[in-house]
């Protein structure tokens, strides 16, 4: 079994930082890419891709993000990190981490999801 634990979401004005954190147990490899996604309020909106990076360091960012955004991990603790400056309204959206590629009990997932953590930026 795989639990992803996810930490540091919250309320911030504009401009402000925050750093979300995202551990990993169970059956993770250092070969799965991790990352983040979110997804904005509205039912229409579809998860959309943050950041990700590699177990060799190797990041993705989206366009909206980059230059404020930046993610990390730590291999030897199975965590992702992502330090978000500069934080917009626009931003507001409940941020997921993601463990790609991964095999769990025989079944495959592209994705595997935490829950959620809520981060709320106000203007």
């Known amino acids: 079994q795989v639990h992803l634990v996810e930490s540091g979401g919250g309320l911030v004005q504009a401009g402000g930082s925050l750093r979300l954190s995202c551990a990993a147990s169970?059956?993770?490899?250092?070969?799965?890419?991790m990352g983040w996604y979110r997804q904005a309020p509205g039912k229409q909106r579809e998860r959309e891709l943050v950041?990700?990076?590699?177990?060799?360091?190797?990041?993705n960012y989206a366009d909206s993000v980059k230059g404020r955004f930046t993610i990390s991990r730590d291999n030897a603790k199975n965590t992702v990190y992502l330090q978000m400056n500069s934080l917009e309204p626009e931003d507001t959206a409940v941020y997921y981490c993601?463990?790609?590629?991964?095999?769990?009990?025989?079944?495959?997932?592209?994705?595997?999801w935490g829950q959620g953590t809520q981060v709320t930026v106000s203007s």
């Open positions: 950041a990700t990076v590699t177990s060799s360091g190797r990041t």
């Open positions: 169970g059956s993770i490899f250092s070969a799965n890419a």
């Open positions: 993601t463990v790609q590629g991964i095999y769990i009990r025989g079944t495959y997932y592209e994705n595997y």
